[in-house]
């Protein structure tokens, strides 16, 4: 039924459900599995802001790493083969997930969700409305 699955990871609690999904996702289905990270600075564009410190985007990009490797180790537990990780860049965090998404051919995208109430997504946005408010291939939203 699914072929390719990407699964969007940011390090929060509701990321870690939406790992442990899609692995149970791609097991059963025999499926290629991808995890993405999306990035909104990059080194060359934090280079020119006034406020740019090395150590912060080391230590920034030192996180990405460790929970892109986290999310691998779940999927290599669970006897996946076919898993793989990236990190992309971009501005818009879904337009950046669902570009990705169409240009690699994934048939299906899995992401987590605080569950926050329709005020608490007025206030702060999500991620996960953007991409369901956009054309996509079928979405699992944990």
């Not at 410190?53 to 669970?78: C, H, P, V, W, Y």
Request: charged share 20%; aromatic share 8%.
């Amino acid at each position: 039924m699914f072929d390719k699955v990407l699964c969007a990871i940011d390090g929060s609690k509701a990321a870690d459900r939406a790992v442990a999904f899609s692995v149970g996702l791609a097991a059963k289905f025999g499926a290629e599995l991808q995890f993405v990270t999306v990035t909104t600075v990059t080194q060359s564009s934090a280079a020119k802001s006034p406020f740019w410190d090395t150590r912060l985007f080391n230590a920034g990009e030192d996180l990405i790493a460790k929970e892109l490797s986290d999310a691998m180790r779940a999927a290599q537990i669970a006897g996946l083969e076919k898993v793989s990780c990236v990190t992309i860049s971009g501005r818009d965090i879904a337009d950046a997930i669902l570009g990705y998404a169409d240009e690699q051919g994934f048939d299906h995208i899995v992401m987590g969700s605080t569950g926050h109430s329709a005020f608490g997504r007025l206030l702060t946005g999500s991620v996960v409305d953007d991409v369901l408010n956009h054309r996509h291939p079928p979405v699992t939203v944990v």
